[in-house]
């Protein structure tokens, strides 16, 4: 079992629709957690960083942890074209040298 | 941009040979990371450097090394080339203990 699971999709959305993206994990010591876009052919952009449980809003982006549940979600709101790309999910704990990804969610907004 | 540069931007290569992939951080980040990323999946954690001295590594054999400098580049070094090597290398820069890494555009290693 992979240590953080994410439905690779793909998703395609209306321009305009809110958008839920979904990681669920299985090590209860992650507490930093982290969204990353990337565009095809490009490196992973931060998107949103999150320690512990709680939300988190920017922008139109809403990133949610519920560590009880070992589930994160991110919030695309007013999705726009321009947010056509594939987002990863990553988490980490105290200690670890290392992110650990899930497998990306490829999303295509139609305009 | 991140601010991190890696180059070339593509290679290819043929099964058995050597590679040499460079990744230039952000200054002042003393932490570089290697990360492999095949088609459809998440990135790999390969190894870490920080302050030039290997900090951790990933499920990946020896004949992937690292070196890190004094003025924020790093190299990785894959040895005996495997098809299966064949995917996007990615390195991520951090200010170290912030957790939060910064992504290079990666490198497309093809192996034929």
């Known amino acids: 079992q992979k240590e953080v699971e994410q439905d690779p999709g793909p998703l395609s959305v209306p321009e305009g629709a809110i958008v839920s993206l979904n990681c669920t994990y299985s090590n209860s010591a992650f507490q930093y957690f982290m969204w990353y876009r990337q565009y095809s052919r490009k490196g992973p952009e931060l998107l949103m960083y999150?320690?512990?449980?709680g939300n988190k809003e920017d922008g139109r982006f809403t990133a949610q942890v519920d560590k009880s549940s070992k589930y994160i979600s991110l919030f695309i709101r007013d999705s726009q074209p321009s947010d056509s790309a594939t987002y990863l999910c990553?988490?980490?704990?105290?200690?670890?040298?290392?992110?650990?990804f899930g497998t990306g969610t490829r999303l295509t907004v139609i305009p | 941009e991140t601010g991190v540069t890696q180059s070339p931007t593509h290679l290819i290569k043929t099964r058995g040979q050597q590679v040499t992939l460079r990744c230039s951080s952000q200054s002042g980040h003393n932490t570089v990371s290697w990360y492999q990323q095949a088609l459809g999946q998440g990135p790999q954690f390969i190894f870490q450097?920080?302050?030039?001295?290997?900090?951790g590594r990933g499920n990946f054999p020896p004949r992937f090394s690292g070196l890190q400098f004094p003025n924020y580049s790093s190299e990785l070094n894959v040895n005996a080339l495997e098809l299966d090597d064949s995917a996007l290398y990615l390195c991520?820069?951090?200010?170290?203990?912030?957790?939060?890494?910064?992504f290079g555009p990666g490198t497309r290693l093809t192996v034929l």
């Open positions: 990553a988490m980490t704990r105290t200690g670890a040298n290392n992110l650990f």
């Open positions: 450097y920080y302050r030039e001295e290997e900090n």
């Open positions: 999150t320690y512990s449980s």
């Open positions: 991520a820069s951090e200010q170290g203990g912030t957790d939060t890494q910064y």
